[in-house]
């Protein structure tokens, strides 16, 4: 291979590299902390929906809200959803059409885990479920059982953790007008697979949100 050749070659790598680097985190703007539809008024507007505009997105703002609202820090080292022992042992994705996405609070951003759209990876066969891939996201709850206090911390407390912050969620999207619904019957293996989870880490819950028909 020529030097003229080789030269464009590793522009273009160099190139390729520099764009996936840009790509692969998103910081979203600052959540919107104040106003909303009063909280009383949010409760009675509380539901699960299962059906979905397809092609209408959420946008970074509307997200960086949600997702503050469902796991974000409220406070020095404290969330919006209260965990055992405040062992924060609970992290939230986001499936999209363009990959699977770790919410960093601290940062405020998304982190890029895995490319491609793994939403109907959350569906098995015995429970049909079309709208979750009509959903735009796919929020996903997984536990990391090395966050979990030693010897005392038990797996169970996860489960209980993720509750508060799928109602957290449910509350925002109440709030705003989106539809979610949570769905407990996912195929965790498999889901885990897609994901490019560790081996520490389960899935406790989705949460399918999107704008309701």
Known sequence: MSK?????IVLFGLGA?????????????????????????ALSARKSTRKFIKDRPISDQVLSDLLWATWGFNREDKRTAPTALNAQE?????????GVWLYDAR??????????DVRAATVIDAVPQPFAT??????VYVSDTTKLPPKIGRPEWSLMNTG????????????????????????????A???????TQTITLCQCIGWPE
Do not use: W
């Not at 609970?90 to 363009?98: A, E, I, K, N, S």
């Not at 940062?107 to 491609?116: D, E, F, I, Q």
């Not at 009509?134 to 929020?139: G, Q, R, S």
């Open 4 to 8: 003229k050749t080789f030269l464009p």
């Open 17 to 41: 590299a520099a764009s996936f680097g840009q790509d692969a985190t998103i910081k979203l703007p600052p959540p919107q902390k104040t106003g909303g539809m009063p909280l009383m008024d």
């Open 90 to 98: 609970l992290d939230v994705y986001v499936l999209r059409d363009d």
């Open 107 to 116: 940062l405020n951003s998304l982190l890029r885990v895995h490319h491609g």
């Open 134 to 139: 009509d959903a735009p996201i796919t929020l």
């Open 164 to 191: 508060f912050l799928a109602q957290n969620a449910y509350l925002y999207c109440a709030s705003v007008g989106l539809g979610t619904v949570v769905r407990g019957s996912f195929p965790p293996a498999d889901l």
């Open 193 to 199: 697979k897609a994901m490019h989870l560790k081996e």
